[in-house]
């Protein structure tokens, strides 16, 4: 099993993280949001990263907005080989010397550095030189990419420069991107390159342009289509699954949607088959009972994931039924709330997940830190 402690870095003093940080075993992988709290004279966060070394799995999210590239190129040089330094807004660093080439080109093909900017608010021609500055296990993410469709449709041109070396996602709203564009796009992508659609329930239709867009895809390009369960009919997010290529992952929140009456969910996940799939739940809109079935129906590719799963925590802990209806074969992700779940019982379910079961703590810092060795204990 995998468990990720989930801390706010405005909330969770820098020593307990690096108490916890030292203390997590080999499946657990410590995380921070708004690590740019620990950015002062010090500079904490390099302290942090010191501790993780090169064992520990640590992951640090910084809002560029907020951070200075000065200290980012600290952190970054710092990380050890387990960890990834991610940094949003990016954009903040685009000026004239285009500070954001200077970040990639710390970490190199070694340090593993995830870079999001947003296209509404980056220019095209600053995406694409931090894009060539990239090293190997550097990640250049563009959200709103629907801001290059244009003319010259100038986020193919864009998906065209990664090649097939660079990593590149390109995220685009599907309610404002058209299909025709979007097609363009994949077609232009590289292996490396991942084209996601949110909001992909805008393509279906009576024509169903979704499944247009899967065969693009085909098999050899990496393509992901999200849809939201209450506004797609099962039927049709059937087709496309069914359309859906080797390296297309199709996934729906809300799916909990799909469980009433005669429980289509379940339908739904064996039509999956080998297909790589997600289905998301909302445990407080969840029953155990349909839940646990939907698991049993679930092929080897598909992840059920289930949010707010502290719901299951109560009297009689169904939270562990779940995890043992998904042995170990079964792709299974419980997501906890840790400021609405006691140690105890979370700690339980740790210990009966599955070999491909995670498990997910946000608002880690709730627990004390006894509470938090004795989670990171049971997950080995």
Partial sequence: ??????????????????????TAGA?????????QAYINGKNKAVS?????????????????????????????????SNTTVSVNAVHAHMD??????????????????????????????????????AGTN???????????????????AIADIAGNIKRLALDFDGELTAAA???????????????????????????????????AAGDSKRLSMGFNGERTAAAALMQVIAAAGARTAISVDTAQVYTAGDNEAVSIAGAA????????????????????????????????????????????????????AAGDTKRLVLEFNGAQSEALPLREVIAAAGANTAVTVNTAHAFSLNDLVSLMTAAG
Avoid: H
């Fill in 273 to 324: 088959g080998g297909k790589y799939f997600t289905m998301e739940f909302n445990g407080e809109q969840s029953m155990a009972t349909p839940l646990k079935q939907v698991i049993a129906a679930a092929g080897v590719n598909t992840t059920i994931k289930i949010n707010t799963a502290q719901v299951f925590l109560r009297a009689g802990n169904e939270a562990i039924s779940i995890a043992d």
């Fill in 138 to 156: 550097t990640t250049v993410s563009v959200n709103a990419a629907q801001a290059y469709i244009n003319g010259k449709n100038e986020a193919a």
């Fill in 48 to 80: 942090i990263a010191n501790a993780a070394g090169n064992t520990k799995r640590l992951a640090l999210g910084f809002n560029g907005a907020q951070t200075t590239a000065a200290a980012l190129k600290q952190v970054t040089t710092v990380a050890g």
């Fill in 181 to 215: 564009a979007l097609k363009e796009v994949i077609a232009a992508a590289g292996t490396r390159t991942r084209v996601s659609v949110s909001t992909a329930q805008a393509y279906i239709d009576g024509n169903n342009e979704a499944v247009a867009i899967a065969f």
């Fill in 96 to 133: 004239g010397s285009n500070e954001a080439v200077a970040i990639a080109n710390i970490a190199g093909n070694t340090k593993k550095l995830a870079l999001d900017f947003n296209g509404a608010q980056t220019a095209a021609v600053a995406l694409k030189k931090v894009i060539a500055a």
């Fill in 1 to 22: 099993m995998k468990l990720t402690l989930l801390f706010n870095g405005e909330q969770t003093p820098p020593d307990l993280l690096k108490q916890v940080t030292a």
């Fill in 27 to 35: 499946n657990t992988t410590v995380s921070v949001s708004t690590a």
